[in-house]
Nanobody
């Protein structure tokens, strides 16, 4: 009933770009802060980026800062992660997650999770 669905993953060459989408259904996304996570093979899940309800504040992990851009379109009930200058180490399953919030964003206590989309960066 309440779910997030990621899309846009796939195979891309190093230096290339992908745009991931996270579409919400069953709830209105504008009441939620959104975070993107990733889990690479053999590694722990890590927070990548997050965005506040309004979209006015964003945060990025140091590993992706300057390369990734998070955004949201509340009218479309969708959040995006634009990934540029991709590196092989960006290869991972990427997840979006939502948390009901009044302000701020982080990577803790998320209420809803998508099932993930695989991004593979390889030549």
């Amino acid at each position: 009933q309440l779910q997030l669905v990621e899309s846009g993953g796939g195979l891309v060459q190093p230096g290339g770009s992908l745009r991931l989408s996270c579409a919400a259904s069953g709830f209105t996304l504008d009441y939620y802060a959104i975070s993107w996570f990733r889990q690479a093979p053999g590694k722990e899940r890590e927070g990548v980026s997050c965005i506040t309800r309004s979209g006015r504040v964003t945060n990025y992990a140091n590993s992706v800062k300057g390369r990734f851009i998070i955004s949201r379109d509340n009218a479309k009930n969708t959040t995006y992660l634009q990934m540029n200058s991709l590196k092989p180490e960006d290869t991972a399953v990427y997840y979006c997650a939502a948390k009901e919030a009044t302000f701020g964003c982080d990577y803790n206590d998320m209420n809803y999770w998508g099932k993930g989309t695989l991004v593979t960066v390889s030549s």
